[in-house]
């Protein structure tokens, strides 16, 4: 099965750019999309087709993707983007498949 | 604005079953594939399995085969996830979320939840 991996956490402070990694075999060859999701709340679609933005998401956020490692970068950081991110993609032997999540703190 | 509005939250024993429901509001509904994702309390998300609506089968993720019914009902524009033989690794959160027609890719809308208690 097609395994993904995330760094539980990240702390970033204000005005700075945070960085998320997702990474997992040839990653690069895959679709990669990002979720966030606040306390309590639904997850949200940030990045998706590894580098394409719903029109709600902010232009701060911004995704890449290569090789095995797939990132997530969130400039110029601001205390709302406290929450949790998952990447997903899908494989043709496990369907859809989550990372585990990062938890980015804003000090 | 389109939404998806789910069910409201359920109380099992173990053993027993739950269905819970979501429902389309606004926008097409058989252009689109209507997944189930959960999450354990301090988990991460899991994919569940997924519908076409004007498709006869369901995928499910192997996990959950055999034991998760995902159908549609395009006269009322829901979705329905049943899960049998319930126990308490199943207390969790239950989202369904919105993909493209082909049951791949991202999920671009997503309902706000209902909570799934087990519990004798």
């Known amino acids: 099965s097609y395994v993904l991996t995330q760094p539980p956490s990240v702390s970033v402070a204000p005005g700075q750019t945070a960085r998320i990694t997702c990474g997992g075999n040839?990653?690069?060859?895959?679709?990669v999309h990002w979720y966030q999701q606040m306390p309590g709340q639904a997850p949200v679609l940030v990045v998706y087709d590894d580098t394409d933005r719903p029109s709600e998401t902010p232009e701060r956020f911004s995704g890449s993707s290569s090789g095995n490692t797939a990132t997530l970068t969130i400039s110029g950081v601001e205390a709302g983007d406290e929450a949790d991110y998952y990447c997903?993609?899908?494989?043709?032997?496990?369907?859809?498949?989550f990372g585990p999540g990062t938890k980015v703190t804003v000090l | 604005q389109v939404q998806l509005v789910q069910s409201g939250a359920e109380v099992k024993k173990p053993g027993s079953s739950v269905k819970v429901s979501c429902q389309a509001s606004g926008g097409a509904f058989t252009s689109y594939g209507f997944n189930w994702v959960r999450q354990a309390p301090g988990q991460g998300l899991e994919w569940m399995g997924g519908?076409?609506?004007?498709?006869?089968?369901?995928n499910y993720a192997q996990h959950f085969q055999g034991r998760v019914t995902i159908t549609t009902d395009q006269s009322t524009r829901t979705t329905y996830m049943e899960m049998t033989s319930l126990r308490s690794e199943d207390t969790a959160v239950y989202f369904c979320?919105?993909?493209?027609?082909?049951?791949?890719?991202?999920?671009?809308?997503w309902g706000r939840g209902t909570l799934v208690i087990v519990s004798s």
């Open positions: 997903q993609v899908w494989d043709t032997t496990s369907d859809h498949v």
């Open positions: 979320a919105r993909s493209g027609p082909a049951l791949i890719g991202h999920f671009d809308l």
């Open positions: 519908k076409v609506p004007i498709f006869e089968k369901s």
């Open positions: 040839n990653i690069g060859d895959k679709s």
